[in-house]
């Protein structure tokens, strides 16, 4: 398995993605959609929230959501759920994993790389798989650093 440095798409397709689903492009969708590929960390809606209302301070909470529903919806950014915490939003729309640090609690994408004719893994009668998304948990380069 690899990091990835992968890029979303590029913005141009916004507009595109949205009309698809039947959704407007806005000011705010595209604020918010441009917070999630700036820093591919994997924010929160909280963390979303703040980084958009520096740059549009006019933002609230409630269209932030409405505009992460969107961004999901039309498949351009992805919700990730951890065991525990908040729920994380990504615009890696490539299938990958995510590490979790579980020291710091940083979420990184890392390249998924089984597929599931790889896999050998025995599926009863008439399941299909399709992906295999495992989490890993472990330590960050950084923290790791500092345990050693
Ligand atoms: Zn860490
Ligand atoms: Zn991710």
Known sequence: MNAVATKPPPENSLNERLAHSGLRLTPQRQQVHEVLREKMDHPTADQVFMRAKSKMPEISMATV???????????????VTL?????????????????????????????????????????PRGFRLKLIETNLHGLCPDCAAKTK
């Open 65 to 79: 959501y409405n505009c992460l529903d969107a961004l999901v919806t039309c498949g351009l950014v992805r919700q």
């Open 83 to 123: 065991d525990r915490g908040a729920t994380r939003y990504c615009p890696n729309m490539q299938d990958h994993s995510h590490f979790y640090c579980d020291e710091c609690g940083s979420v990184y994408d890392i390249l998924q790389t089984i597929s599931p004719e790889e896999a050998h893994i025995k599926l």
